[in-house]
């Protein structure tokens, strides 16, 4: 099993509707979430990142954590032909001084105009 | 803040010679990490530095893999007798001591002939 898993795609949604992208983590002791946007041929950008169950907002983008089922996700709302990228979970674990980020392979997001 | 500047931008080499990749961290961050990033697949975990100390290596790096921070600045990764495997983009990142935000260089494309 891997440590954070996600659908790699591709979702294709509509300009202006919601776009929902999920991922699964194994370590129970994780802490922190992440997600981050990768445009083709290009590095990783933070997007959100979210610390506690329930959801977190920021704009279009609407980040939700379930502890209890080690699930999280990111809504992204009116989805506009730029969204269009890889969108890559992230996980940062708890045992000892882990500092490291573990990424899941990503979902490769298509907004259609 | 000029970000995070890698060089070189392309490498490519012949299986068995040794490589040298260079990463300029964001002035004011202690921390800086070294990924790698094949096709399709997220980020992977390397190693990091909390200013010149390395503080964390992944179980899946060779003894052919070494990375210097010699003066808490920039830092180099360096491949010994290059091999097919290691044809990937390495990606360094940075940030604050305090912070969760890792600022992504453009990574060096790496092929190994």
């Known amino acids: 099993q891997k440590e954070v898993e996600q659908n790699s795609g591709p979702l294709s949604v509509p300009e202006g509707a919601i776009a929902s992208l999920n991922c699964t983590y194994s370590?129970?002791?994780?802490?922190?979430f992440f997600w981050y946007r990768q445009y083709s041929g290009k590095s990783p950008e933070l997007i959100m990142f979210i610390y506690s169950n329930g959801d977190k907002e920021d704009g279009r983008f609407t980040a939700q954590l379930n502890k209890a089922s080690q699930y999280v996700s990111l809504l992204i709302r009116d989805s506009q032909p730029s969204d269009s990228a890889t969108y890559l979970c992230?996980?940062?674990?708890?045992?000892?001084?882990?500092?490291?980020?573990?990424f899941g392979s990503g979902t490769q997001l298509t907004v259609l105009p | 803040d000029t970000g995070v500047s890698q060089n070189p931008r392309h490498k490519i080499t012949k299986r068995g010679q040794n490589v040298t990749f260079r990463c300029d961290p964001i002035s004011e961050h202690n921390r800086l990490y070294w990924y790698r990033q094949t096709l399709g697949q997220g980020p992977e975990f390397l190693t990091y530095?909390?200013?010149?100390?390395?503080?964390?290596k992944s179980r899946l790096l060779s003894d052919r893999f070494s990375a210097e921070r010699p003066k808490g600045s920039f830092s180099t990764l360096e491949i010994q007798r290059t091999e097919q495997g290691d044809s990937a983009m390495y990606l360094c990142a940075s940030s604050l001591v305090q912070g969760e935000k890792l600022f992504f260089g453009s990574g060096t494309q790496l092929s190994v002939l």
């Open positions: 992230a996980v940062k674990r708890s045992s000892g001084s882990a500092r490291q980020l573990t």
């Open positions: 370590d129970r002791g994780s802490q922190s």
């Open positions: 530095f909390q200013n010149e100390a390395q503080l964390e």
